[in-house]
Nanobody, 125 residues
Framework: QVQLVESGGGSVQAGGSLRLSCVAS????????MAWFRQTPGKEREGVAS????????LYADTVKGRFTISQENAKNTIYLQMNNLKPEDTAQYYC??????????????????WGQGTQVTVSS
């Protein structure tokens, strides 16, 4: 089992920045990819950014490219999502997810085995 705990959400004005953190505990050695997803009420969950834990390769949704950066700090079993130039449409509950799959399926959420409880990000105009 892998446990994921997110933090760093909050309320900011448009143009501001936030950094989300996701700490993994348990059998993190079994995970190969991690990602950030987001969801607003009434909408489908959306993949935002993903990272290969061994390769360091990254993947971003078009809506956040150039504004968000995903990174990892292995010594702390943590991934981050640095969010800059935030827009009101970035308002959502953000979730961290981890996959034990051997292949990277991008943002296909049914390939992620473990999920955090989420952290709310609210961007006001």
């Amino acid at each position: 089992q892998v446990q994921l705990v997110e933090s760093g959400g909050g309320s900011v004005q448009a143009g501001g920045s936030l950094r989300l953190s996701c700490v993994a505990s348990g059998r993190r050695d079994r995970t190969n990819y991690m990602a950030w997803f987001r969801q607003t009420p009434g909408k489908e969950r959306e993949g935002v950014a993903s990272i290969g834990l061994r390769s360091g390769a990254t993947l971003y949704a078009d809506t956040v490219k150039g504004r968000f950066t995903i990174s990892q700090e292995n010594a702390k079993n943590t991934i981050y999502l640095q969010m800059n130039n935030l827009k009101p449409e970035d308002t959502a509950q953000y979730y961290c997810a981890a996959s034990t799959q051997g292949l990277w399926y991008g943002f296909q959420d049914d390939t992620f085995d473990y999920w955090g409880q989420g952290t709310q990000v609210t961007v006001s105009s």
